[in-house]
């Protein structure tokens, strides 16, 4: 038998499933400086968006994630979840087999440009109105990946499983039809090795300004916010 879920949690849960398509059009060479509209109606759940950038001890992540869970009633939404960062151009398993073939021919032009992270107006991910808490977040600088958090829903399962909020700033709220600059993400070391991923902490702390800048230019209006420590 299935758990009931609190209504906030299942309407929250049903414009995450139905808000995949992203709020910000294709802005042409002509016009550079076009402004993106702040909402969108989908399904008829007015769909928000969200930008975050992802810091390890100082330095940005060419690639970073950050889990965000819906969070009502005081409990976590064990269905569902966004996926917020900065992305490389070369995300998903779509993408394995282009990536092989260039190692295979050793076009190292190409490959760089994998890498490289993708343009902020592609970073705007598009998200359901509600409160949300950060389970998981991770930073990768090429092959090389650091995380911390629990978020390990069981394969087949996704109900089940451990997942928590991270320590340090791991709460933000996201109004309707709003596109929110939520800053950067730091993940913060505390020099105890293997064991950082459950002891470390995330800071959070405002976008910097030529960031803010260059929002601007591809979102016109928005509000800038940061993650809270919640108490759990």
């Keep these: 038998m299935s758990r009931s879920k609190p209504l906030c949690c299942a309407i929250t849960s049903i414009a995450l499933a139905i808000g995949t398509v992203s709020l910000i059009p294709t802005v042409s060479a002509k016009e550079p400086r076009k402004k993106v ?3 969108s109606e989908q399904g008829g759940n007015q769909m928000s968006a969200m930008v ?3 810091w390890k001890d100082g330095r940005e992540c060419p690639t970073g994630r950050a889990r ?3 969070y009502c009633d005081g409990q976590l939404d064990t269905s569902r979840y966004v996926e917020v960062g900065r992305f490389s151009n070369a995300e998903g398993l779509e993408y394995v087999p282009q990536m092989l073939g260039n190692m295979v021919t050793l ?3 190409k490959l760089m440009d994998d890498m490289k992270t993708k343009p902020l107006k592609e970073s ?3 998200i359901a109105p ?4 950060l389970t998981w977040i991770t930073c990768r600088h090429g092959n090389s ?3 911390i958090g629990v978020d390990k829903p069981i394969f087949l399962f996704k109900e089940s499983g451990r997942m928590a909020p991270v320590k340090g700033a791991n709460v933000i709220d ?3 039809g709003e596109i929110v600059d939520a800053g950067v993400l730091e993940i913060r070391s505390d020099d105890v090795g293997f064991f950082e991923a459950q002891t470390a902490r995330v800071i959070a702390q405002p976008a910097p300004p030529h960031e803010r800048n260059a929002l601007r230019e591809v979102a016109g209006k928005f509000r800038s916010a940061t993650f809270t420590e919640g108490n759990f």
């Design 107 to 109: 076009n190292i032009s």
């Design 130 to 133: 509600g409160r949300y808490v």
């Design 68 to 70: 965000l869970r819906p």
């Design 174 to 176: 996201v109004r309707p």
């Design 37 to 39: 509209a702040a909402a």
């Design 145 to 147: 990946a650091e995380w």
């Design 52 to 54: 975050v950038r992802i």
């Design 124 to 126: 705007l991910i598009s």
